[in-house]
Nanobody, 123 residues
């Protein structure tokens, strides 16, 4: 089975930093791309950052220049380095991955979500 495990959330003061990590495990053929989403209370879930297998990245305007998404050499882990944190960054952060799995000699794309990790930025 495929599982996404997130870590690194917590409480940090304004201007501080946190590093979120998400590890994908299981019989994965390849990872097309991985994303970080977040959802604050009373707000709609939004895409924060994404990274493709080719290491192309995309960021929400609200985090551009402050957050950096990256993948390790094995490309089974995605990280989100969050600097200069603001109260507006407070949310539950969700890891998402679009994976290729082999089934009966063919590959198909599947979406998987982590359980979420709380990030709280306090004043």
């Amino acid at each position: 089975q495929v599982q996404l495990v997130e870590s690194g959330g917590g409480l940090v003061q304004v201007g501080g930093s946190l590093r979120l990590s998400c590890a994908a495990s299981g019989n994965i053929f390849s990872i097309n791309y991985m994303d970080w989403y977040r959802q604050a209370p009373g707000k709609q879930r939004e895409l924060v950052a994404s990274i493709t297998s080719g290491k192309s990245t995309n960021y929400a305007d609200s985090v551009k220049g402050r957050f950096t998404i990256s993948r390790d050499n094995a490309e089974n882990t995605v990280s989100l380095q969050m600097n200069s944190l603001k109260p507006e960054d407070t949310a539950i952060y969700y890891c998402h991955a679009d994976l290729q799995l082999q089934h009966h000699g063919t590959t198909r794309s599947y979406s998987y979500w982590g359980q979420g990790t709380q990030v709280t930025v306090s004043s």
